[in-house]
C-alpha cells in the first residue's frame, strides 16, 4: 500500500508542479491496519493521511472553531494570498495575485486556489476530496499497477477512497488529507465524522501520534508480545454492541502506558485482558475515559504535541455518559452484554 502511495507521490508532484493547487508531501500510514491490528478479519481499510502545504503564493492559517464544545476540536483553514513579486522576477511567467489586475491573472495565469477549492476564504474539504478523486482517476493508467490491478472508486464526501483488486487479492485505501500543526504529529484532518460537519470544517487528528506509539511499543515489546491480539479480540468482541473501537484503543494505548511490555506475552494473555474488561468497567462507571494523546505530557520521545494539545485539560471521551442517565445506563448493559 505505501508502494502504491509513493508511486502516487511521484506522479502527483509531476502533475501539480507550479500549480496553485495544495502541494502534497509523502502519505503517512495510519489507522489500525499501519498500528498492526484490525477489527474486522475482512474488509481492511488501510488509511494514509497526506499532508498538504499551500502553493506559491498563498498561505494556510488555522482557526479554531471556538462554537464547539466537544472533547475532538475543530479548525478552519484560512487560505491567505502572499505577495510573490520578488519570485515573479525570476520567473516570467508567475505573476503575484496581489500586484496585477484580475483581467491580466485571468487570461495569463491559472487562477488561485481561492477561486479552486475554497469556500470565500476557506479551503473546502468536499471540493478538495473530488479534486484527489479525479488526480487519482487521472494518474492510476500511468501507474505501473495498472497493468494488473483493477481500481475501482467508492463514495466519500470528505476523503478519496478506493479498491485496488487482482485477482481474488484486494485492498481498500483511504486517502485522507490534512495540515499539519506547526511541526508536531497534530493535523487537522478531512477525517469524517459522525454527524453533519460542514464542508470548511477540519477536526483535530491525533492519527501519526497514535501511529508512532505504537510503532514505539512495537520497538520495546518483546517478539511474542500480545498486546495487538488483545485490542484485535476486544475490538472485534464488541462490534455492535456500542462501544466504539476508538474507546477500546484508547484503553489498550493507556494499559500499555502503565504495564511493562514484558508483561504482555502470551503467558499474561488472559490477564490482559481481564485488564481491559476491568478498565472499561471502571470507566463507563465513573464515567470518565481520559483520551491518550490530550494533555498527556508523557508520551514516549519522538511524538510531538504542539503546546495547546500538550497543556490541554484531560479530555474525557465519555462526557456524553456525565450528561445524560440514559445513556450511561445503555452503556452499563452494553458492558455487561460482553
Not at 502541494?23 to 503517512?28: D, N, P, S, T
Not at 456500542?242 to 511493562?260: N, R, W
Not at 490530550?294 to 462526557?319: K, W
Request: include cysteine.
Amino acid at each position: 500500500t505505501i508502494a502504491l502511495m509513493n508511486e502516487f507521490e511521484i506522479y502527483f508532484e509531476g502533475v501539480l508542479f507550479n500549480s496553485f493547487y495544495p502541494v502534497l508531501q509523502r502519505a503517512i500510514g495510519v489507522g489500525s491496519a499501519f498500528e498492526g491490528w484490525s477489527p474486522r478479519e475482512q474488509d481492511v481499510v488501510y488509511q494514509v493521511l497526506i499532508p498538504m502545504t499551500p502553493p506559491l503564493g498563498h498561505s494556510f492559517h488555522l482557526e479554531l472553531d471556538t462554537a464547539e464544545q466537544s472533547c475532538i476540536r475543530n479548525f478552519r483553514i484560512r487560505v491567505q494570498q502572499e505577495c510573490i513579486c520578488t519570485r515573479e522576477q525570476q520567473d516570467a511567467d508567475m505573476l503575484c495575485f496581489l500586484h496585477h489586475p484580475e483581467e491580466e491573472l485571468r487570461t495569463h495565469q491559472d487562477p488561485s486556489l481561492l477561486h479552486t477549492l475554497c469556500t470565500g476564504s476557506y479551503l473546502n474539504v468536499e471540493k478538495t476530496a473530488r479534486w484527489f478523486y479525479q488526480l487519482v482517476r487521472a494518474i492510476w493508467p500511468a501507474l505501473p499497477q495498472a497493468h494488473n490491478w483493477h481500481l475501482m472508486v467508492l463514495p466519500c464526501r470528505r476523503s478519496c477512497q478506493f479498491k485496488v483488486s487482482s485477482g481474488t487479492e484486494s485492498y481498500r485505501i483511504e486517502m485522507l488529507f490534512g495540515v499539519r500543526q506547526g511541526n508536531s504529529d497534530i493535523f487537522v484532518s478531512s477525517e469524517p465524522r459522525p454527524g453533519h460537519t460542514s464542508n470548511t470544517t477540519w477536526p483535530e487528528t491525533y492519527a501519526v501520534a497514535e501511529m508512532k506509539f505504537f510503532k514505539y511499543i512495537a520497538r520495546q515489546a518483546p517478539p511474542d508480545s500480545l498486546h495487538l491480539k488483545c485490542l484485535q479480540f476486544f475490538t472485534r468482541l464488541q462490534l455492535g454492541l456500542g462501544f466504539s473501537t476508538y474507546t477500546m484503543k484508547t484503553i489498550v494505548m493507556h494499559l500499555l502506558s502503565i504495564t511493562p511490555v514484558s508483561q504482555w506475552r502470551r503467558r499474561h494473555f488472559v490477564r490482559r485482558l481481564m485488564d481491559i474488561s476491568e478498565s472499561l468497567r471502571t470507566c463507563v462507571q465513573v464515567r470518565c475515559l481520559n483520551h491518550f494523546i490530550v494533555g498527556n505530557q508523557r508520551l514516549p520521545e519522538g511524538i510531538t504535541l504542539p503546546p495547546d494539545v500538550l497543556m490541554a485539560r484531560s479530555c474525557n471521551l465519555f462526557h456524553d455518559l456525565m450528561m445524560d442517565p440514559v445513556a450511561h445506563s445503555q452503556a452499563m448493559s452494553q458492558y455487561l452484554d460482553l
